[in-house]
């Protein structure tokens, strides 16, 4: 009589333990952990310190560029009605040279409204800021206007010049042109979503990312060792010391303290230390040298800003 042989278990591709649900949310939380480490990169700053950014989407960068497309047919159409009205309030006959300022102002503000924005300390624009977006330098460094105006000129014609090629029509050589115009913008709309750091042409061009910048609260902890009256006497910063970074380098030093390893803080002290002539005490550690500066630099920033002065960063000699 042969035996039977015994049944194999069968696998359901989870642990002995644990029910099909969780199974099935934990595959889930896996498969979303994987999608957001791949918009995840790691910067290192000029300063030494290395900081974890994450990219934008592409939906979230077409969301921000639509919400700027709107604004900007806000402005030009509520200023064509506001001079239609002037002009023919004043005199009916110059309407069209009303109309010719318009297309001015119209050139303008699509050609230098991104440029204004993402110029500015938050480089980014409204529909940016909007949806937690901002620009930064790929290499770590500070954003320079180069950067700026070479990633919005290139929009120029990553966009406008193929919408002019469409726009044409009438014969068949016209026709050729639009679907050429068609062609070339889906080539370069579609840029963003078949590379891995979701960039456009422009930011290929002018080595630059567009990123989530969320609104975070600065944690207690940070500046805790910095509130206790001994530490505060040991480090008694003067004002030219604190007058050496601005804001971006509070920043840096924010995400320092937040999450690098011990040996990225030891470099950014270091670096600190011989930028503003420090001598270092006996006892003194990395982090509470870090934790204080952090403090008595924040504190400085905040008193230059309620007297109307903005340092930027450790560039700005104002």
Known sequence: MTATPPLKPVNTGRRPGISMEAAVQRRARLAEEMRVAKMVRR????EGAAIQLKLGSASERAGAFMIDIAI????????????????????????????????????????????FFEI??????????????????RDGGRLTANSVLARNFIREIEIGLPFQFALMGG??????????????????????????????????????????????????????????PDVSSRFAFTTAQTEAYGIHELH?????????????????????RAKISWVRTEGETDLVFLEAYYAAL?????????????????????
């Open 72 to 115: 900007q047919w806000a402005i030009v159409i509520a200023t064509l009605l506001g001079l239609t009205f002037v002009a023919g309030a004043l005199n009916p006959g110059s309407a069209n040279i009303a109309f010719a300022f318009w297309l001015v102002f119209f050139f303008f503000v699509r050609n230098f409204y991104y440029i």
């Open 171 to 228: 014969d068949q050589f016209g026709a050729w042109m639009a679907l050429f115009g068609l062609l070339w913008s889906g080539v370069f709309l579609l840029f963003p979503i078949f590379n891995k750091d979701k960039m456009r042409v422009g930011d290929l061009i002018a080595g630059t990312w567009v990123i989530k910048a969320p609104k975070a609260k600065l944690m207690d902890d940070i500046t805790s060792s910095a509130a206790r």
């Open 43 to 46: 910067l290192v700053t000029p």
């Open 298 to 318: 924040r504190r400085r920033l905040e008193q230059r800003m309620l007297l109307g002065e903005r340092k930027t960063d450790k560039f700005d000699v104002r």
């Open 120 to 137: 500015g300390q938050r480089a980014a624009t409204p529909g940016k800021r909007i949806l937690g977006l901002r620009v930064a330098s």
């Open 252 to 272: 840096v030093l924010e995400d320092v303290l937040r999450q690098s390893t011990p040996e990225i803080k030891a470099q950014v002290a270091t670096r600190i």
